[in-house]
Every structure is written in structure tokens, then in C-alpha cells.
């Protein structure tokens, strides 16, 4: 089945308060071209080896991503995540390591909003967490990462590492 696991994240996201409908790369021209910020959900179908600029050597597990972003050039939301979906353009943001990569790729719009906002509110999730610290967020001076591992639908079980978050997260009831 092509998007394996995204209902469970998306079940998660409106749980969240984040719940407008998912767009994918087929029906990416109904999407608006008002600027905001977005949720940009990204499975890797193998683990991945990269790099990112000033950074050391990076190694993603399988599984669903949800990467908190903004769109406020020109075409809006819509140019955003265009690109986000196409796979052949210059890697330009930390993101687009990832977005190559994936072997399923939706978003979710929210005009008007802040992707630090989103990141806050998602990681209020117990089955969301900080995938790499500093990836996307270099310029951010509120967020640790705007990439987030979804935990949902595989490894639940593990025990989850105590971070500086854990205490204005609500707990899990695995925690
Ligand atoms: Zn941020």
C-alpha cells in the first residue's frame, strides 16, 4: 500500500489541532497560493545517509517525517510545496535531502500560520520527537529542529530518551 502509516499520522497531526487536508504531489495545483506556513509529511522507504551542510554525516531512520516550513515568496504555499514534491531541483535547503529521497510525500497547508507554531504544537505528541537537532532551523532562534520523527505506527515500545521538551510535552502513556 503506497502511503502505509500516513492515516495514523494524520490522525496524530489533528490531534494536534492541525488538520486541513492533505494535499499530494497529484493534486498540488488546487493548492492556495497564499503565503503561510505548512506541515510537510516525508516517508523514507530505507534509511538514509547524508550530509548536511555544517554538519557531520547523517543517518535518518525509516519511516514518516513531519517538517515544519513557511511560504511567504511569491506563488505562496502553492510554489512552496510544488517544489517541495518535485524531485529533481539543486539541494538547496537541509529539507531537500529528504524530499529526494522519499518514496511518499503529502502536506498539509495552514495560510496565515508560523511554522515555529507548528513545531510547538506537534511535539506536544508523544509520538512525535526531534528527528535532528538543527535541521531546518538554523535561523530559528525558538525551535531545536523543524523535523520531526513520527513514532506512531512502528516503534512505540521503545523507551523514549528524556529531552529538555519532555516536561511542556504531555506524556505518553509508554513514558
Ligand atoms: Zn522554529
Redesign the pocket.
Known sequence: MALAGLNVLLAALHECGVSAPPLTPADIEDATDEKGAYVLLVRLAGPLETRLPGTGRLELRPGWYAY?GSARGPGGLRARLRRHFRHDKNLHWHIDRLTVAADALAALPVPGGN??GL?QRLLRHPALDIAVRGFG?TD?R??ES?LLKFDGDTSRVAPRQPSELADSRKRGPDS
Open positions: 515544519c511554522e515555529c513545531v532551523s530559528c525558538t525551535c523543524h
